[in-house]
Each structure stands twice: as structure tokens, then as C-alpha cells.
T-cell receptor, first 116, second 114 residues
Framework: GAVVSQHPSWVICKSGTSVKIECRSL??????MFWYRQFPKQSLMLMAT?????????EQGVEKDKFLINHASLTLSTLTVTSAHPEDSSFYIC????????????FGQGTRLTVV | GQQLNQSPQSMFIQEGEDVSMNCTSS?????WLWYKQDPGEGPVLLIA?????ELTSNGRLTAQFGITRKDSFLNISASIPSDVGIYFC??????????????FGKGTKLSVKP
């Protein structure tokens, strides 16, 4: 299947700082990228959807000024957690989808964020 | 909003046994997907289903898209230790990765005893 690379795989940051997570589609053009958050022992919850060149669409309850999403190219989307707090500690996962009926979204390997 | 009910929440089985898990929805989906997630990793797509009634296999895995489009099941035959992980079903209104986000079930945690 297609390859989606997420970086970093884990990060520890101090409370109040900002963290950027990258999601890259390595072998296809990702017209849409999705960002999910997963708390321990829970399912994936969609945070936002971004289409290349457009503003991201955020799910209800997700602060767009806190979770900045940029999808400037067909191969890269970034999620920046601004002014991180301990409650933002979670597993963040991106998925990328391309054109075509048979092109399902593929997931990155996830980023474990710990805010101390 | 749309919700998926996935059951069972966890299973603890002997190696070699068959496994069955299912998802039901209050809404219709046009695509059903089954993923496996290992600890600290992103989900990996196992099987994708696009048509009501479709039965698809991937090695020891078999999944079906329910006729009503509101349910799907996943079977694993002759389980082995590496089947351990969390299995998620996901429903999608559209087709393909660009057509809409996924609604995930809560997952089924599978443990296999050698």
C-alpha cells in the first residue's frame, strides 16, 4: 500500500511551548489529509480534515487556534500544537488520501506527544 | 452523530482458534474498513469493502459488508500470536480516501495465548 510517513514518532515538550508534527505522503499525491487524536485505550477521534491549498475543517470541540494545520502541498501536512499543556498529551495520527475510488486513506505511524 | 458499535471489546483466545468480531451502525455507510493497530503504531488497513453483501478475504482474514450497509464482520481463522493487537472497524460515507473521514469503532483488543 501507499506510504505515509509521520515525524517525529515521539516528542516530549515543556508546558507552554509549541510542537510541530509532520505528515508526508511518500509515493502518492494526498489531496486530503486527516488528523486524529487517540487517548490511551480509546479509539481514534478525528480532529480536522485538510484539503491541499484550503483551510482545514475542524471537528466540533477542537480549537483551531490551538491546533494549527497547514496543507500547503500535495505531499505534506503539518499539525502544530500551540502552547501545549499536559492535557494535550496524546497519540496523534495522520492519514492521507489520494484521488481515485480505490485509493483508501493510509495512516502514518503516529506521534506520541508528552507535555511535561 | 454517527456511531459505530464494535464488539466484543476484548477477546482472549487460544492459538489456533477462530475469531469473530463485528460492527453495527445506526447509519448507512458506503465503505467499511477493517484496521489493525499495534501498540505505538498507526492503524494498518486489513480489508476494504465497497459493496453491500461483499465478502472479501485477505489470507486468514475474511470480512463482509452487511446487506443493510449498517454492519460488517471480520473473521480471523486459525489465530497465531502475531494476530495480537487492537482491531478497529471504520465506516466511511464516501468512496476512497479523499471522499470523507472515517468513523471508527471503539476497537476489539485481541490477545492470543500460545
Amino acid at each position: 500500500g501507499a506510504v505515509v510517513s509521520q515525524h517525529p514518532s515521539w516528542v516530549i515538550c515543556k508546558s507552554g511551548t509549541s510542537v510541530k508534527i509532520e505528515c508526508r505522503s511518500l509515493d502518492f499525491q494526498a489531496t486530503t489529509m486527516f488528523w486524529y487524536r487517540q487517548f490511551p485505550k480509546q479509539s481514534l477521534m478525528l480532529m480536522a480534515t485538510s484539503n491541499e491549498g484550503s483551510k482545514a475543517t475542524y471537528e466540533q470541540g477542537v480549537e483551531k487556534d490551538k491546533f494549527l494545520i497547514n496543507h500547503a502541498s500535495l505531499t505534506l501536512s503539518t499539525l502544530t500544537v500551540t502552547s501545549a499543556h499536559p492535557e494535550d498529551s496524546s497519540f496523534y495520527i495522520c492519514s492521507a488520501g489520494g484521488r481515485g475510488l480505490d485509493t483508501e486513506a493510509f495512516f502514518g505511524q503516529g506521534t506520541r506527544l508528552t507535555v511535561v | 452523530g454517527q456511531q459505530l458499535n464494535q464488539s466484543p471489546q476484548s477477546m482472549f483466545i487460544q492459538e489456533g482458534e477462530d475469531v469473530s468480531m463485528n460492527c453495527t451502525s445506526s447509519s448507512i455507510f458506503n465503505t467499511w474498513l477493517w484496521y489493525k493497530q499495534d501498540p505505538g503504531e498507526g492503524p494498518v488497513l486489513l480489508i476494504a469493502l465497497y459493496k453491500a453483501g461483499e465478502l472479501t478475504s485477505n489470507g486468514r482474514l475474511t470480512a463482509q459488508f452487511g446487506i443493510t450497509r449498517k454492519d460488517s464482520f471480520l473473521n480471523i481463522s486459525a489465530s497465531i500470536p502475531s494476530d495480537v493487537g487492537i482491531y478497529f472497524c471504520a465506516g466511511q460515507l464516501g468512496y476512497g480516501g479523499s471522499q470523507g473521514n472515517l468513523i471508527f469503532g471503539k476497537g476489539t483488543k485481541l490477545s492470543v495465548k500460545p
